[in-house]
């Protein structure tokens, strides 16, 4: 019966703007998946070795034993790698296989943002604005594109509150409790995690039990859930920062200790000048959500930024007219007002709740975000991951509360209507328009933004597709970094199958290789080892010479 009545709510306009928003979103994403993005970043680079290595015998890359952090380049959070160490052993090692799981989360999340601002709003209409500007954003659009570890923070984030919400709303204990395995879970997708969630939560707490909405018991149980999956990773971090030099271990899980994990000195509070380092972050943090940008090229576009920077204009001009109008409660209140049930009597304590908890939710979301910006020096796109859903839901109910200010602009039904479809077909195709826009430059000039960046394989690829086509029967690739992208962009791209390869894995093998090059053989090799071929032929890519016989 409770599916039914859902399922009347949605006429099948909606429905169809669903599934079209849905086809788009999906297509965008899987097109051409995974070689969108041919270049491979470092940090996904050592994800996929590490996952590899796992995967065949248990051990990380340094011969650890199913760590519960990565020491990387610096550090490097587990939970995507524990997915892709599953995934290869399923379907094999590949880039496709390794980039696979935040593909399909990114699109669970979709629906996930859709049901809760439908859950929260009680509005099919709102749910729809909110899925579209999440299927067109650039963030969104190039987080789920490779296999960057703290690319999957905001879903699993996302899926957390959602069920969280849930088990408040409905009642319900095991949507309450699950909700802390998800929530424990972000301690493991990224490293910032560790100050958000338990802050976000503590906030939570502490406003559920003043309005009396979760029991002594729910909350105790709750925080031991947390508190059990999560005390690995809180552990790992203590030992490290108090400097113990001793790994601890659980049966084949090991909790590390690294010499050289440097994740710490990221920290206002590991800095030598904690107030001056203060004042520099706020002005980062503040930079980063105005600008959308940080200067990697990879991460988002400043002419597009992360969500449009029109996105943020809507949201700060809704600011405005509701101080103007002297009512400081923000947005969400008129949504709820003119979208919640109208229901009287015993039922009106529990919408009052929902609406208050909706907006305190988002809005401690959004305020632990931007701590959290605060607290990580010299903060980017991917360290301030977890603003983008809660500004996006703040620009969802900006977009439909313009839509509302419209109709109320005029005594005139007739004239209102006209100016509140004015304001729907323009924001529409203005978001056409930059959503096109941004195809192009995703796919005409992204890629030679990002091409030779100290993050990526600086030419590597370039150099295989172009020894491939040789009609050489043997390549020989310098291999001295043995970083693993060698294997990864050959097993991914099915270079070589009709050729021998040989990787060089010393400077003695280079040398001999590059003396006896013949006219049937081809040699790539990075310009840093400093040998000479100036008796041989060669193209360049980036840090590469593509080199064979005159």
């Known amino acids: 019966m409770k599916l039914k009545s859902k399922l009347k709510t949605i006429n099948k306009k909606q429905l169809i703007i669903f599934l079209v928003i849905m086809i788009i979103a999906i297509f965008v994403r899987v097109y051409e998946f995974p070689n969108a993005l041919k270049e491979v970043n470092s940090d996904e680079m050592m994800l996929a070795v590490n996952a590899k290595a796992i995967a065949d015998t248990g051990k990380d890359i340094n011969s650890i034993s199913y760590p519960v952090y990565l020491l990387g380049f610096g550090g490097q959070s587990v939970l995507l790698l524990y ?94 409790y699950l909700s802390m395995v998800f929530f424990a879970l972000t301690l493991y997708s990224y490293g910032i995690a560790v100050y958000f969630t338990p802050i976000l939560l503590l906030a939570l707490a502490i406003y559920l039990r003043h309005k009396k909405k979760i029991s002594l018991p729910d909350l105790i149980i709750s925080i031991v859930i947390f508190s059990v999956l999560a005390m690995p990773i809180i552990i790992m971090f203590a030992i490290n920062i108090l400097k113990t030099n001793q790994s601890i271990y659980f049966g084949n899980i090991t909790i590390p200790y690294y010499e050289s994990l440097s994740r710490t000195d990221d920290m206002l509070f590991f800095s030598s000048n904690i107030l001056v380092q203060f004042f520099i972050n706020i002005g980062f943090t503040v930079l980063m959500i105005l600008g959308e940008f940080d200067g990697c090229t ?190 990864i962009y050959i097993k991914s791209n099915n270079y070589f199958t009709d050729k021998t390869f040989d990787s060089l894995v010393n400077q003695d093998e280079l040398a001999k290789a590059l003396n006896i090059l013949s006219d049937d053989e081809v040699l790539i090799v990075n310009e840093k080892r400093n040998v000479n071929i100036d008796n041989y032929d060669y193209v360049k890519f980036g840090e590469y010479y593509v080199v064979f016989e005159k």
């Not at 690319?151 to 984030?157: A, G, Q, V």
């Not at 607290?375 to 900006?398: C, E, G, H, K, S």
């Open 83 to 176: 997915i892709i160490v599953l995934c290869i052993k399923i379907f094999g090692y590949s880039l496709f296989v390794v980039r696979l799981p935040l593909l399909v989360i990114s699109l669970i999340s979709l629906v996930v943002f859709y049901d809760l601002i439908r859950r929260i709003s009680k509005n099919n209409t709102i749910a729809l604005i909110g899925l579209g500007l999440l299927a067109i954003s650039p963030w969104h659009i190039l987080q789920g594109m490779w296999a960057l570890d703290c690319n999957i923070l905001p879903h699993i984030l996302l899926i957390a509150v959602y069920l969280l919400y849930i088990g408040i709303i409905n009642k319900r204990r095991w949507m309450l």
């Open 298 to 487: 990879w991460n988002s576009s400043l002419i597009f930024g992360t969500v449009y920077h029109i996105v943020l204009v809507l949201v700060i001009i809704a600011i405005i007219i509701k101080i103007k109008n002297k009512s400081l409660n923000f947005t969400l209140s008129n949504i709820f007002s003119v979208t919640a049930d109208s229901n009287q009597g015993s039922d009106s304590r529990n919408i009052n709740f929902k609406d208050s908890f909706s907006k305190f939710l988002i809005l401690s979301w959004l305020c632990t975000s931007i701590f959290t910006g605060i607290v990580i020096n010299q903060t980017n796109i991917n360290r301030l991951n977890t603003i983008w859903y809660p500004l996006i839901m703040l620009a969802t109910f900006a977009l439909y509360y313009f839509y509302n200010y419209f109709k109320k602009l005029d005594t005139n039904s007739e004239n209102s209507i006209k100016k509140s479809k004015v304001y729907a077909i323009s924001i529409i195709s203005i978001f056409i328009i930059l959503f096109t826009s941004y195809l192009i430059y995703f796919n005409c000039y992204y890629s030679n933004k990002i091409d030779m960046s100290i993050c990526f394989s600086r030419g590597m690829y370039q150099s295989l597709e172009y020894a491939n086509i040789l009609p050489t029967n043997t390549v020989k690739v310098d291999n001295l970094d043995n970083d693993g992208s060698i294997d």
